[in-house]
């Protein structure tokens, strides 16, 4: 997990939280935004002094941020190591980039949900176990990221699922199928200038 980059989508945001979770009689602090938080594992407790030293904030710049601080039981999300609603879920293969935003598209038991990439900054070093599960706070989905057995963060859904949002991607869905549907009408024949036979395939990867 990359300090630096928890620090700068903190920075961004101009909000940091800090949530105390009590684990086998030890201590294990998240810290993030309302958008993601990230367990610094192995680390000396830090409180509000200590996270803007670490975040290379000065006083001046402090009276920007909004800091916030709870234990795991005040905090409004699970973030332990297990939930009885936990499920892994598959992202899809791509990239939706909306408004300069990269978008994960993530499906879920309540169908397509969408995770912004940025908040995958910090765990970008980590080893390729990653795996992503979906949790349930009532009706609110969530995400927890995996690496291996252990949570490497928790990420809330980019709200990006509307009316209009729904709209243009099915437009876009119907324009693609038909630019597909002409391009395998439109499939050349060839024909052997010497036999005048019709040859097997077709030009359109040519």
Known sequence: MKIGQVAK????????LLVNEVRNKKTVQWIGTPSALYPFYGL?????????AVFDIDHKKKEMFTYKEYTA???????????????????????????????????????????DRTYTAPLMGAPDVLAIYERRHGDQIYFIIRMGLFVAGVVTPFAFVTDETVRQFANIAERMK?????????????????????????????
């Open 73 to 115: 039981d005040e905090f409004r999300i699970n973030i332990s190591e297990t939930d009885e609603t936990e499920q892994e879920v598959k992202p899809e293969n791509v990239t939706i980039y909306w408004k300069n935003v990269p978008l994960l598209p993530v499906n879920t038991s309540k169908g397509m949900y969408f995770i």
């Open 44 to 52: 000396p407790i830090m409180d509000e002094k200590t996270v803007f």
């Open 9 to 16: 989508l903190c920075k961004a945001e101009r909000c940091i």
């Open 178 to 206: 038909y630019a597909n549907d002409l391009k395998q009408a439109e499939k050349t024949v060839l024909i052997d200038r010497v036999t005048g036979e019709i040859m097997d395939g077709a030009a359109d990867d040519a």
